[in-house]
């Protein structure tokens, strides 16, 4: 076991702080414009002109996302699905026991069918702390550090948003004569219910999600396009195969009568550019669906054959140039999410003497 500095001490986190639990808050009590935030599990929720705590806190997840962390405002309420956290402001530094609930994990403490957080699993934790003095300039460090990797983070997304933007500008320029979809293509669904998957099936089994799993039968022989017919939150999907394959009964698999009149990828790019006019139409109140009529009805541009193969040329560039920078960009991301929490560690071993600005150049 690594020795601690000199100066920290070793307590369990309940002897560090107390999780106090949030209260309801009635619903004629919560305005958009309300004088102080309103704190759930992931942030805030809606405002009140009422607080509940005078001091800026931590709030902890308690329920639904379980272990997430935000530090509030000054006069704030926490709603019953939050814990707030109670500490000896004379010994501890809210930045700093911020940060070190964050290097603790808290979600991994979660438990049961809808994960929530015991605080007394919380309170077990052993926890390492120096004095307040070296909280504050660990703080100062961190805060230092995290702004960079923070900026480093917003430019590698804003990158990653550019590059998907090329593949998507190109694709929204192509305009030729419309017409249905449903002229064109056989549309039926597949039978089976979502949790007909098996692990290590042999044929691809296609869902509304945007995986694919597993399955020992087949139901399917053919190229097909696979289109989402369900989701949550209306984020449809569009998949190409050819081969033997089976679906589930509200994934819509969409075969061309006539390919001498449109080519399978070429309408698969189609149906991806259509997806968030398809978002727009879809129905239904807690899962969005989409029904037959509105693909059938769905107007997609349609240039000869020939036109369509040259289209078809310069997307599948542009797509294999999308997808290498995109996986360049996740990567960078992933290295910058690691390099955060590995500050982190060495904060809280005693570790961190100066701003790692060599290890974040080694990043970028």
């Excluded at 305005?31 to 992931?42: E, I, Q, R, V």
């Excluded at 994990?105 to 069918?113: E, R």
């Excluded at 015991?118 to 307040?132: E, G």
């Excluded at 017919?229 to 994934?251: E, W």
Aim: include cysteine; hydrophobic fraction near 35%; charged fraction near 25%.
């Amino acid at each position: 076991m690594r020795e601690l500095p000199e100066g920290w001490k070793s307590k369990d986190v309940g002897e560090i702080l107390q999780l106090l639990y949030g209260k309801p808050l009635p619903k004629e009590k919560r305005l958009t414009d309300g004088k102080f935030p309103a704190y759930g599990s992931n942030g805030i929720k809606c405002r009140t002109n009422e607080f509940y705590c005078d001091k800026a806190s931590i709030i902890v997840g308690r329920k639904g996302s379980a272990g997430e962390l935000r530090i509030t405002e000054d006069k704030f309420w926490p709603l019953d699905v939050t814990y707030f956290v109670d500490f000896d402001r004379n010994k501890f530094d809210l930045a700093f026991l911020y940060h070190r609930l964050n290097a603790l994990n808290l979600q991994s403490y979660a438990k049961g069918v809808k994960p929530g957080i015991n605080r007394n699993d919380v309170y077990a934790i052993k926890c390492s702390f120096p004095s307040l003095t070296e909280q504050k300039r660990i703080v100062a460090i961190l805060n230092e550090a995290f702004a960079g990797i923070d900026q480093a983070i917003a430019n590698t997304e804003k990158n990653l948003t550019n590059a998907r933007e090329v593949f998507e500008s190109y694709l929204a320029q192509l305009s030729y004569e419309k017409k249905p979809l449903g002229i064109f293509v056989d549309i039926q669904t597949g039978k089976l219910n979502a949790n007909a998957a098996v692990e290590g099936g042999k044929y691809p089994f296609f869902t509304c999600s945007r995986d694919h799993y597993a399955i020992d039968q087949f139901a399917f022989d053919c190229e097909a396009i696979l289109l989402a017919g369900n989701n949550a939150s209306g984020d449809f999907n569009v998949k190409h195969y050819s081969g033997k394959f089976n679906a589930y009964q509200r994934t819509y698999v969409i075969t061309i009568k006539n390919d001498s009149q449109l080519l399978y990828r070429f309408l698969y790019f189609q149906l991806i550019k259509s997806l968030k006019e398809l978002k727009k139409s879809s129905v239904g109140a807690g899962t969005k669906f989409l029904k037959l009529g509105m693909i059938k009805d769905l107007l997609i541009s349609l240039p000869t054959i020939e036109n369509q193969q040259k289209i078809l040329n310069i997307l599948d560039q542009l797509l294999e140039e999308t997808q290498h920078l995109e996986s360049i960009y996740q990567k960078k991301l992933t290295a910058l999410a690691e390099l955060k929490q590995s500050i982190l560690q060495k904060a809280f071993t005693g570790e961190l003497t100066q701003s790692p600005e060599q290890e974040l150049a080694e990043v970028c």
